[in-house]
């Protein structure tokens, strides 16, 4: 298939958390319904405070959401407050009323700076789960821990018996589900970058779950765009950190999950059109209305609250 980088020069109007909205096609399971575009680009509703028991006004930040087609919600695994205070609630935005919600249910270490993936099956029995791997705790300091959201059960947990093994801990720079098991690399301790890759294997006996692949990114990064499609871990973008500032890249590489012997690949996809971190990645298969006759990974680009969309068509 021929391969190619673009950029749409369509400017978003909302944070990067909501543009995911309108590209409801996140990771969906198989067999999931062909996804129609809802028009054009909008604001969407003001989230109250009180939802998560915070200081009236606080508006939240540090988060991701994941679209679940199973009940037609985006859900947040908790949020760093405009206050720094960091809460473990499990909000959810209901796309059909356009409202916003708390399960009742609050992670099991609060954290901020995550990335939620998707697992069909983590062999738990308790069917499709979002996790999260590390992150920044209230206090500021890191945590390796491993957690889980059921929304089919409302349930969290805590995988007590492998929190991610990676010294020093950090929030890892991206995340993403291929061939069966969960991988995360890069990161960012708030001192220093990391270019590590490691990969949890769900069938793995507990506390023996996590293997460092040895397979490092050639730039240390973190904030990262990432996606998978099939077996292909894709890396886009993300900072570095020179002279304490974050700088934006135009790097990215992908990862064959099936010839991990190659790791990280440069030359496998284009560099993009111009340096960012700090947006979200997303792959939107073939057949539907953006996805095209191939599929595509859109890329919001700009920084956290403007910019255009970079397109990588397969």
Wanted: with cysteine; proline share 5%; net charge negative.
């Amino acid at each position: 298939m021929k391969k190619s980088l673009f950029s749409l020069c369509c400017v978003l109007v909302m944070a990067g958390m909501l543009a995911a909205l309108a590209l409801p096609v996140q990771a969906q399971p198989a067999g999931a319904g062909t996804q129609q575009w809802a028009g054009a680009w909008q604001m969407g509703p003001s989230i109250d405070a009180a939802l998560w028991g915070g200081v009236a006004g606080n508006g939240w930040a540090r988060i991701t959401g994941y679209y679940w087609t199973g009940d037609d919600r985006v859900y947040f695994l908790g949020l760093r407050a405009e206050d720094n205070n960091t809460y473990g609630d499990v909000i959810y935005f209901d796309v059909s009323s356009r409202t916003y919600g708390n399960t009742g249910v609050d992670m099991p270490v609060p954290v901020s700076n995550y990335v939620i993936v998707g697992v069909p099956n983590d062999l738990r029995g308790h069917g499709f789960g979002l996790y999260i791997v590390s992150g920044r705790t209230s206090s500021g300091a890191q945590t390796g821990a491993v957690q889980v959201y059921y929304p089919d059960e409302n349930l969290v947990e805590q995988i007590t018996s492998d929190p991610l093994p990676a010294a020093p801990a950090r929030s890892v720079g991206a995340a993403a589900y291929a061939n069966g098991k969960l991988y995360v690399w890069g990161g960012f301790d708030a001192a220093s970058m990391y270019a590590d890759t490691w990969v949890y294997d769900f069938a793995a006996a507990a506390g023996s779950r996590w293997t460092n692949t040895g397979c490092n990114l050639p730039l240390a990064m973190s904030y990262i765009s990432s996606t998978a499609v099939g077996d292909l871990i894709y890396s886009i973008g993300g900072d570095t950190y020179e002279s304490a500032a974050l700088v934006p890249q135009v790097k990215t590489y992908v990862l064959d999950t099936n010839n991990m012997a190659a790791c990280w690949q440069d030359a496998a996809m284009a560099d993009l059109p111009e340096a960012v971190g700090d947006a979200p990645a997303v792959f939107v298969p073939a057949g539907t209305y953006m996805g095209g006759s191939d599929g595509a990974i859109f890329k919001r680009t700009g920084g956290w609250r403007s910019g255009h969309l970079d397109v990588w068509r397969l």
